[in-house]
């Protein structure tokens, strides 16, 4: 598969329908090189101390958040809809369990320390700047505690370093 490489003022989708809908996989690699990943679909690409960053939110329980912890870099990568039950299957699915990227019929590639997929339309790499466990006590709304059982995410700030589409 081949990418080229865009700026992040030149992505042409919404970010609302790529993460809130077609959902998005949350990849890390820890120092001995073992790859992990998860499908989310809460996120966020925008601005941040004058920076193009991404946010993802990886709950402490899954699997994935040993890598993201253990890794200065973290990717996130958009798929075509005839991916979609290979996310679902990474969303419900644990590496702990199972090869699930194997099991996805997805094929890992790596970017320096980063995480791609050959089958992916488009990855955004990004190096950690911040992370942070939400705390329930600066909820504001009520209606946001609503997702949460004792099991509140770590959220990831990340500078994009690259992003690639496929050609």
Known sequence: MSFK??????????????IGTKWMLVS????????????????????????????????????????????DSISIAFFGEEYRDALKLCGTKSGRDMDKIKEAGLSVFLNGDNVGFNEAERIVYGKKLYAGKIDPKCFISEDIEKHYKDDYHTVYICEIEKIEEKI
């Open 5 to 18: 490489e865009i700026r992040p003022e030149e992505l042409n989708s919404s970010v609302f329908h790529d």
């Open 28 to 71: 890390a690699k820890k120092p001995d090189g073992s790859v992990n990943t998860m499908t989310a679909s809460w996120g966020a690409l925008g601005v941040l101390w004058n920076k193009n960053v991404f946010i993802c939110f990886v709950r402490p329980q899954r699997y994935t958040h040993e890598f993201t912890e253990a890794s």
